[in-house]
C-alpha cells in the first residue's frame, strides 16, 4: 500500500459539461512526490469509498497534481460524491502515485489515444514526451463536441500533435486508425485508455495494422466484468476459517462476510489493490490487472473479482 497524504483542493474548475478538473497541493506547502507520466493515485471520497484517477498535469510539476474526474452516470458512488460534494478549500487524502501505464521512452514516436475521460493519463504523457522533444501524436476521442474537456490547454501547449476527433461531427475528421496511425514501425508505440470498447478497437485496430502487442500499451479504468459463477469453498490460511462463497458472491463480500478485511479499490479487477497469495487450489481469473503469465502461475488472485476452477481455493490470508 502506498503511503497516504493529506492534499488541499485549492483549484475546482468544470472542464466540460460532466469534468471537473481538481488542482491538489499538499497541505503544508511542501512539494508532492515525483511521478511518471501514466500515474495515478487513489482518493480516499469518503469513509466507504476509495477511487483511482489518472494524474493528468505536467509529470515535471511537483508543486501540485491535477485530476480531470468525468461524472459518470453509471458511477458506483465515487465520481458523483467527489462532483457533488468535494469543493475548494476540502482536504482529501490521497495515496502517493504509483504507476501502471508507463511510458516507454525510447520509442521513436508514440501514438496517444484516449477515449472521453481516458484523455487524462495521455495528457501527462504528451506533456512529459513534449519536454523530452520525442515525436508524437496526441488523438482525442469524444462523442460529442461538447465533452471535450481541457480543449484551450491542450491546443495551446500540443498545438499540431492533438487530434480532436468527434464522434458527432463530419466523417473527415474522426479517427481512422489505418490511416491515422501510419505504418506499425518497430520504433512506434500505441497507447490508448478509454472505455472498454472503445480501447478494444483502438488495439484491435493497431494489431490489424501490424503493431505487435509489445508496442500496444492499454489501461482500462473500467470494464464489465462477470463475477458470477458456481459456489466454492475458501480456506483463509491465516485466520483459520473455511468460507462459503456463493454463485453471486465475491471471495471478497464472503471473506468480509466473515470478518477477514481486505483492503479493495476498484472492485472490478483493473487496479490489483486486493491480489492475495494463492497456497492451494486454481483460481477462474476474471481481472484485467494480472498478466497472461501471472494468471498462469495461479499463485496469486484478484478477490474482488475472479473466483475459483477448484472446488476449494486455499488463500495467504
Ligand atoms: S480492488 Fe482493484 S483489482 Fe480488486
Redesign the pocket.
Known amino acids: 500500500m502506498n503511503n497516504l497524504l493529506n492534499v488541499t483542493i485549492t483549484e475546482r474548475q468544470m472542464m466540460s459539461s460532466d469534468v471537473v478538473s481538481l488542482t491538489l497541493t499538499n497541505v503544508d506547502g511542501s512539494p508532492l512526490p515525483a511521478f511518471s507520466a501514466g500515474a495515478h493515485i487513489a482518493v480516499h471520497v469518503n469513509d466507504d469509498t476509495i477511487r483511482q484517477y489518472s494524474l493528468c498535469s505536467a509529470p515535471d510539476e511537483t508543486a501540485f497534481y491535477r485530476l480531470g474526474i468525468l461524472k459518470d452516470p453509471k458511477s458506483r458512488g465515487g465520481s458523483i460524491a467527489i462532483h457533488e460534494q468535494l469543493k475548494a478549500g476540502d482536504t482529501v487524502t490521497i495515496t502517493e502515485p504509483s504507476n501502471l501505464f508507463p511510458l516507454d521512452m525510447t520509442a521513436d514516436h508514440s501514438i496517444l489515444a484516449g477515449g472521453g475521460i481516458g484523455i487524462t493519463p495521455m495528457i501527462a504523457m504528451a506533456y512529459t514526451l513534449k519536454a523530452a522533444g520525442k515525436s508524437f501524436d496526441l488523438h482525442y476521442c469524444v462523442r460529442s463536441h461538447s465533452e471535450v474537456a481541457f480543449l484551450d490547454e491542450l491546443q495551446r501547449d500540443f498545438g499540431d500533435e492533438l487530434k480532436v476527433h468527434c464522434d458527432d461531427l463530419g466523417d473527415e475528421q474522426r479517427l481512422n486508425p489505418a490511416v491515422d496511425f501510419g505504418e506499425a514501425a518497430a520504433g512506434t508505440h500505441v497507447y490508448t485508455c478509454g472505455p472498454s470498447g472503445f480501447m478494444d478497437w483502438i488495439m484491435g485496430s493497431a494489431k490489424e495494422i501490424g503493431f505487435k502487442d509489445k508496442n500496444i500499451h492499454f489501461e482500462y479504468f473500467s470494464v464489465e466484468v462477470d463475477s458470477t459463477g458456481e459456489a466454492f469453498t475458501v480456506i483463509a490460511e491465516q485466520s483459520g476459517k473455511t468460507i462459503s462463497v456463493s454463485g453471486t458472491q465475491t471471495i471478497m463480500q464472503a471473506l468480509s462476510d466473515a470478518g477477514i478485511k481486505v483492503e479493495?479499490?476498484?472492485?472490478?479487477?483493473?487496479?490489483?489493490?486486493?491480489?492475495v497469495d494463492v497456497l492451494e487450489g486454481e483460481p477462474d481469473h476474471r481481472?484485467q490487472?494480472l498478466t497472461d503469465d501471472e494468471k498462469s502461475d495461479n499463485d496469486q488472485i484478484?478477490?474482488?473479482?475472479s473466483r475459483s476452477k477448484s472446488s476449494t481455493l486455499v488463500l495467504d490470508i
Open positions: 479493495v479499490s476498484c472492485e472490478q479487477g483493473i487496479c490489483g489493490t486486493c491480489i481481472d490487472f484478484a478477490v474482488c473479482c
